[in-house]
């Protein structure tokens, strides 16, 4: 009956992949404490463990059936949607699921990333620009990904100073690929 718990529980259960215990302990919580935070804890738990798509998105309806203006849950929704598209290379939906979690959640910048990433996809290379640019300037990944597709859309716009400055930083970063552009 306690929230924090039932958090720290679901943690463990995340350290030790057991999907079995976490269920049984979420349907006994959800006894005592039908609330979004139950769900929205469990739900993250097993989008964290790479839970099957299809089930996950199954329990993400039945959550948003009974918390329809819940924000947290509408953004897994769409999350593992957006996903799953790109996943599957259907860029035109995945970029569609992006740009409204974007709009969702403008402070995540692995969702601006991801739109980025998508524009560049579909060669609408001035597009994906102030995506990248808003990921680069919150300095908040240092994997250069961010960097690799600016360098990439600027190299196709035909600026080609500007591009190499930023592969060379991807590249300084060990991005995949960006070694072989420098």
């Known amino acids: 009956s306690n929230i924090g718990f039932y958090v720290i529980l679901n943690d463990i259960y995340r350290q030790s992949r057991d999907t079995l215990s976490l269920t049984k302990t979420f349907r006994k919580c959800i006894q005592y404490l039908p609330t979004v935070g139950v769900w929205d804890s469990y739900i993250s738990t097993l989008m964290a463990l790479n839970y099957p798509s299809d089930r996950l998105l199954s329990i993400i309806q039945t959550a948003q059936k009974q918390f329809p203006n819940e924000k947290s849950i509408q953004e897994k929704g769409l999350l593992v949607k957006a996903t799953l598209a790109m996943n599957a290379s259907n860029i035109p939906l995945a970029l569609s699921g992006f740009l409204k979690l974007a709009e969702l959640n403008p402070t995540r910048y692995d969702y601006l990333e991801n739109v980025g990433v998508c524009y560049f996809a579909t060669k609408k290379y001035a597009l994906a620009l102030p995506y990248l640019d808003r990921v680069i300037a919150a ?25 190499c400055f930023y592969v060379k930083i991807a590249s300084s970063r060990n991005y995949p690929g960006a070694t072989n552009l420098a």
């Not at 300095?139 to 591009?163: D, T, V």
Request: one cysteine or more; aromatic letters at 12%; proline letters at 0%.
């Open 139 to 163: 300095k908040i990944y240092a994997n250069g990904r961010a960097e690799y597709f600016k360098s990439l859309c600027l190299l196709n716009l035909g600026q080609k100073q500007e591009g």
